[in-house]
C-alpha cells in the first residue's frame, strides 16, 4: 500500500520537476490549455444546470397540463414554466390553434 502512494508522490514531483525544466513558450502553451480546460469545464456545468432546471421545470408543467380541465387553463400559468421546452411547445400550439380562431383571414375581392 505504501508502494503506491510512494509512487504517487514520485510521478507527481515528476511532472512538476518537468514543468520546471521547460521553456517559455512550453509553459504558455500549458497554461493556456489549462485556462480553456477550465473554461471548458465551467461552460459543461453552466449547461448540465440548465437541463437539470429545464427537467425540473418539465415535470411540473406535465402535472399542471395534467390536472388543467382546459387548455386556457394551462395558457395562463404556462410562463411560470419557461426555462420548460415542453412549455414553449404548448405556447406556440396553442397560440397556431387561437389564432385562425380569432382573426380570420380577410376576404380578397374578386
Given at each position: ?23 517559455a513558450v512550453a509553459k504558455f502553451v500549458l497554461v493556456t490549455l ?52 415542453l412549455s414553449e411547445v404548448f405556447e406556440g400550439g396553442f397560440h397556431?390553434?387561437q389564432a385562425p380562431t380569432h382573426n380570420p383571414p380577410p376576404r380578397?375581392?374578386?
Open positions: 500500500m505504501h508502494f503506491f502512494s510512494y509512487s504517487a508522490l514520485f510521478v507527481g514531483g515528476d511532472i512538476l520537476e518537468l514543468v520546471s525544466n521547460t521553456g489549462l485556462a480553456f480546460s477550465l473554461i471548458s469545464w465551467a461552460i459543461i456545468l453552466t449547461k448540465w444546470s440548465l437541463l437539470r432546471r429545464a427537467r425540473v421545470q418539465s415535470g411540473r408543467f406535465l402535472r399542471a397540463f395534467r390536472k388543467a380541465q382546459r387548455l386556457q387553463d394551462v395558457a395562463a400559468v404556462a410562463d411560470q414554466f419557461r426555462p420548460s421546452p397556431g390553434i380578397s375581392e374578386a
